[in-house]
T-cell receptor, first 117, second 110 residues
């Protein structure tokens, strides 16, 4: 069965370190997304991609970067981790909608809980 | 600023009743709106999508309405069951961005 996986599921790191969270999907979806979820804020879009070599900034992109070298993977990198980036991170994927920016049903991964000390 | 508001308080209802959850938005003109269910410790799961030219969408015991004049979507679960207890999120697409509300926690009491 097709799926979307995230690794690691839990990560503790120190302020200033570079951290990369992995996301891998076997749905063959063009669209992939990274969100963070915090109490009181809900899910907020960090970065998204409509296909290979395409990346776009979301609502809260500062301090994060992504790259899309193939259809299956969209790793999220925190260049220099900060305590404000302690959160639960979700990756999602979806088929392309009727137009490029239309987002169809999103399939979410299980999440990565990141703690920055 | 852009804002999506859902019932801020947790919603408790008796089994068998209809649960109605509200999603209000300001400063958007969304082309479509989605509803998701999220259980503790898990990622959201898609339930329904409704477009701006659709007034109502149904799927089994679920019904969603979308009123672009009121800037509101209502999400109904009829004949609710304890297994429906979860957090429900609304989300809307506007331009190239996608925004989620903070969610409403629903508890169905047996």
């Amino acid at each position: 069965d097709a799926e979307i996986t995230q690794s690691p599921r839990h990560k503790i790191t120190e302020t200033g370190r570079q951290v990369t969270l992995a996301c891998h999907q076997t749905w063959n979806h063009n669209n992939m997304f990274w969100y963070r979820q915090d109490l009181g804020h809900g899910l907020r879009l960090i970065h998204y991609s409509y296909g290979v070599q395409d990346t776009n900034k979301g609502e809260v992109s500062d301090g994060y970067s992504v790259s899309r070298s193939n259809t299956e993977d969209l790793p999220l990198t925190l260049e220099s981790a900060a305590s404000s980036q302690t959160s639960v991170y979700f990756c999602a994927s979806s088929e392309q909608g009727a137009w490029v920016s239309e987002i169809n049903e999103q399939f979410f991964g299980p999440g990565t809980r990141l703690t920055v000390l | 600023s852009q804002k999506i508001e859902q019932n801020s308080e947790a919603l408790n209802i008796q089994e068998g009743k209809t649960a109605t959850l509200t999603c209000n938005y300001t400063n958007y003109s969304p082309a479509y709106l989605q509803w998701y269910r999220q259980d503790p410790g898990r990622g959201p799961v898609f339930l329904l999508l409704i477009r701006e030219n659709e007034k109502e969408k149904r799927k089994e015991r679920l019904k969603v309405t979308f009123d672009t004049t009121l800037k509101q979507s209502l999400f109904h679960i009829t004949a609710s069951q304890p297994a429906d207890s979860a957090t429900y999120l609304c989300a809307l697409g506007a331009g190239n961005q996608f925004y989620f509300g903070t969610g409403t926690s629903l508890t169905v009491i047996p």
